[in-house]
């Protein structure tokens, strides 16, 4: 509490600190400068940013969904950014994005990383992420980034390819939670439909959805026959060393 408050640099704080902290105490963050934009101070203990590296495993395939399985199935570039909550770029329940459609329909990066520009341009995102795909299912991509504690959250998709309007991702997910960084998350990644496209299997012909529905987990075959619902892979984010 004594390095919280030091933080607000209050008279009270010297005060109290001056006859029970020695002059030569470490400071919190000797290397960092306060970062007046965000809501709380840091936490004493946690630098203000870290690298991840994200690994992509999509484990997808006809064992593990037999019902149609595609020759050609694979997961299309990734593409999300680091935000703070002021930001969502998709979720359970609302409308998709035309980049979130145009990335579920056609595995297109654009233009969902034009709205990621433009939350970072309106100072509610940080990063672009940009990575690669996986041309074959089962698979696996890597993608290091950095991310700030006053943009804690990430949030990156991918396609699952060919389909309809279906794809696999984050939305809003916190690497920074509590005043500490996560060392490591895994993310199960079950199957989502955009709500843009009516096809009903992998390589069924443009539907457009009339209109649009919201976001919703697929529970129904192919990919989660019975409402069984397997996950296609993981997000594994690591934290890397500083
Ligand atoms: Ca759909």
């Known amino acids: 509490m004594l390095l919280f408050a030091g933080w607000a640099a209050t008279a009270l704080f010297i005060a109290a600190c001056s006859t029970t902290q020695s002059p030569n105490a470490p400071s919190p963050l000797p290397t960092e400068t306060a970062t007046p934009a965000s809501p709380s101070p840091p936490t004493a203990a946690a630098p203000t940013t870290a690298r991840y590296r994200v690994t992509f495993q999509a484990?997808?395939?006809?064992?593990?969904?037999?019902?149609?399985?595609?020759?050609?199935a694979h997961l299309s570039p990734l593409v999300g950014g680091t935000h703070?909550?002021?930001?969502?770029?998709?979720?359970?329940?609302?409308?998709?994005?035309t980049g979130i459609k145009d990335m579920?329909?056609?595995?297109r990066t654009t233009p969902l990383d034009q709205e990621v520009g433009a939350a970072?341009?309106?100072?509610?995102a940080e990063h672009l992420l940009l990575g690669g795909g996986i041309e074959t299912s089962p698979g696996l991509v890597s993608l290091e980034f950095e991310m700030?504690?006053?943009?804690?959250?990430?949030?990156?998709v991918s396609m699952i390819a060919p389909s309809p309007?279906?794809?696999v991702g984050v939305s809003r997910l916190p690497l920074f939670e509590n005043g500490r960084w996560a060392d490591e998350r895994r993310v199960d990644l079950v199957p989502w439909d955009a709500g843009t496209d009516s096809g009903l299997t992998f390589a069924s012909p443009d539907l457009v959805t009339t209109?649009?529905?919201?976001?919703s987990r697929i529970v129904t075959a192919p990919l989660s026959p019975g409402g069984r619902v397997t996950p296609l892979g993981t997000f594994t984010f690591?934290?890397?060393?500083?």
Do not use: C, K, M
């Not at 579920?104 to 595995?107: A, P």
């Not at 970072?120 to 509610?124: K, L, Q």
């Not at 700030?148 to 990156?156: A, C, E, G, K, R």
């Not at 690591?238 to 500083?242: E, I, T």
């Open 59 to 72: 484990t997808w395939s006809g064992t593990t969904h037999p019902v149609d399985f595609p020759s050609n």
């Open 120 to 124: 970072i341009a309106a100072g509610t």
């Open 165 to 167: 309007d279906w794809f």
């Open 84 to 97: 703070n909550a002021s930001a969502t770029f998709w979720s359970e329940g609302t409308l998709a994005s």
């Open 238 to 242: 690591v934290r890397l060393p500083s």
């Open 104 to 107: 579920s329909e056609r595995g």
């Open 211 to 215: 209109p649009p529905q919201p976001i």
């Open 148 to 156: 700030s504690q006053i943009y804690p959250l990430v949030t990156l």
